[in-house]
C-alpha cells in the first residue's frame, strides 16, 4: 500500500506563485517515476510535469518556463514550483507516482486526492 499525500494549492492572483509538494509513503521498494497532473472543469486530465529516477523530465508545452518540477528522493517527495500562473492553470492538480512495492514485484500506479488551484483576481 503506497500514500500519497499532497500539501499546498489554494486560491493565488495572476501573476503570483504556488508551490505543490507531494510525498509518497507506506510500502515502497522503488519508485521509477514520479510528477503531476491536472483536471480543468469539463476537461481530461493532462500531464503537467513529471520526473524519472534517470533524471528526466517532461513538462506540457503550457507550463514550461513557468513551473519546474522538483524530487527528494530521499524523501520520496516531489515538488511543483508554479510561477507566472494564468487563469487557465486553474484546475485539480494530482500527484502522480509509479512505484515498486517489492524487489521482485509489479510496477503500480498511484494517485493522490487532488489538491485544487484557483488563479483568480
Known amino acids: 500500500q503506497v500514500q500519497l499525500v499532497e500539501s499546498g494549492g489554494g486560491l493565488v492572483q495572476p501573476g503570483g506563485s504556488l508551490r505543490l509538494s507531494c510525498a509518497a509513503s507506506?510500502?515502497?521498494?522503488?519508485?521509477?517515476?514520479m510528477g503531476w497532473y491536472r483536471q480543468a472543469p469539463g476537461k481530461e486530465r493532462e500531464l503537467v510535469a513529471i520526473?524519472?529516477?534517470?533524471?528526466?523530465?517532461n513538462y506540457a508545452d503550457s507550463v514550461k518556463g513557468r513551473f519546474t518540477l522538483s524530487r527528494d528522493n530521499a524523501k520520496n517527495t516531489v515538488y511543483l514550483q508554479m510561477n507566472s500562473l494564468k487563469p487557465e492553470d486553474t484546475a485539480v492538480y494530482y500527484c502522480?507516482?509509479?512505484?515498486?512495492?517489492?524487489?521482485?514485484?509489479?510496477?503500480?500506479?498511484?494517485w493522490g486526492q487532488g489538491t485544487q488551484v484557483t488563479v483568480s483576481s
Open positions: 502522480y507516482a509509479d512505484v515498486s512495492t517489492t524487489g521482485w514485484g509489479t510496477l503500480s500506479n498511484y
Open positions: 507506506g510500502t515502497i521498494f522503488s519508485i521509477h517515476a
Open positions: 520526473r524519472t529516477n534517470g533524471g528526466t523530465t
